[in-house]
DNA sequence: TCCCGCAATAATAAGTCTGT
DNA sequence: ACAGACTTATTATTGCGGGA
């Protein structure tokens, strides 16, 4: 299945980010229009020049989510706004942005959370830095943006660059197309998940890269703004798996990793392998770093918090038992919840079951 | 140098005409 | 009625140039 997009466009000041807000707080939810241009015009007062395209407006456009044609299928936007019979409707995320913002009541969280199921560069970004990318920068955060890269199994992502010859955004997106096209689209668009996907441009092989800085650092920043980037090691940039899993949904961030539970078990399972001793025992402590280290590099606890809540949260929900403990030596590390004679633990995991 | 707005240009879709 | 050619309307993309 070949999906073109269109160039991402956002609100067009950067810090403006209740510009959306704003501007779908002017509409009512069905809007009898028949062309995006018509709503712009009509309904939030831009100007439309003599040759009949409006002036500016391209924030507009980004609201706007899928365009089916003949034998293609666009996406402009992030759905905010959809076709239907009588023209155009809001959609279900579009009125609780607009709620939210009256009520002054997280509204940015809906905002970001909507970008991260939609639109399909904002997928990128954060699937690579869901799943052991960084995000780099060669002097300070958020600058030169040229020189900025993902780094994702050992391959360097220029994605703010647009030179079609470089290792840009582009590849990125096509590299795991599947994933970042993500289920949301998948289900609108009707797509089986085996489906081949390949992303290209309207008019060309391959979608536009222009100014591609000047509008994918509006989504960061935004994210930024969240709280949901932090630092992780010198100069580079991950997202909060936490965060996220919070503030935008536990959907939408399963939408973008790999299955973690079970995979999460299989890293477990190995370090246990590899450190118990012959009767099962292991060093709770080193094991629990290892596994933190592997699965949940970017979390802001505290090795020991990070420890004792994994391991206690897993028990209390039945997926850990532990069948023995006893006392180790002190290169075994901290015991659970810092007692000594839980420094070596024999664990038993239960098969996750549907 | 980098960023950003603007406008020229390319591409596409929709509409109109024409000859069969 | 209906292909195919041609025209017009609209949108997408690029590239220029001013300003920080």
Redesign the pocket.
């Known amino acids: 299945m070949i999906i073109k997009i269109?160039?991402d466009r956002f609100w067009?000041?950067?810090s403006n980010i209740e510009r959306w807000a704003e501007i779908l707080k002017l509409l009512p939810e069905k809007i009898p229009c028949s062309?995006?241009?018509d709503i712009a015009r009509d309904y939030l007062g831009y100007k439309v020049d003599e040759?009949?395209?409006?002036?500016?407006a391209d924030e507009v456009?980004g609201l706007f989510g899928i365009e089916k044609?003949k034998d293609?299928v666009t996406i402009?936007g992030c759905n905010f706004i959809r076709a239907n019979e009588e023209g155009y409707e809001l959609t279900e995320s579009a009125i609780e942005l607009v709620e939210r913002y009256k009520q002054n009541d997280g509204w940015e969280k809906i905002l970001a959370k909507q970008l991260l199921k939609y639109s399909i560069r904002v997928r990128s970004i954060a699937f690579a830095l869901l799943n052991g990318g960084y995000l780099c920068f060669e002097k300070r955060y958020m600058e030169?943006?040229?020189n900025a890269y993902i780094t994702l199994n050992d391959k360097e992502y220029y994605i703010f660059r647009d030179k079609p010859e470089d290792v840009n955004i582009n590849t990125l997106m096509n590299d795991y197309s599947s994933k970042i096209l993500g289920g949301f689209w998948r289900k609108e668009l009707d797509i089986d998940d085996a489906e081949e996907i390949v992303f290209k441009?309207?008019?060309?092989e391959y979608?536009?890269?222009?100014?591609m800085?000047?509008y994918l650092k509006i989504p960061v920043l935004l994210f930024g703004y969240l709280g949901w980037i932090i630092e992780n090691g010198d100069r580079r940039y991950v997202l909060d798996k936490h965060k996220i899993k919070n503030d935008a949904d536990k959907e939408v961030y399963d939408s973008l990793v790999y299955q973690t539970d079970t995979e999460e078990i299989e890293v477990l399972k190995e370090l246990i392998k590899e450190y118990s001793d012959i009767r099962g025992f292991f060093p709770i402590g080193i094991v629990g770093s290892m596994l933190k280290n592997r699965i949940d590099r970017e979390s802001n606890a505290t090795e020991e918090q990070w420890i004792d809540h994994y391991f206690i949260t897993g028990i209390n929900e039945g997926r850990f038992k532990i069948k023995d403990h006893e006392q180790g030596q002190p290169r075994h590390g901290r015991g659970l919840l810092g007692k000594k004679d839980y420094q070596l633990i024999k664990l038993e995991i239960l098969e996750i079951r549907d």
């Open positions: 269109v160039r067009v000041k950067a062309s995006k241009k040759k009949g395209r409006i002036v500016n456009y044609a293609s402009v030169n943006l040229a441009g309207v008019n060309k979608p536009s890269l222009g100014s800085s000047t």
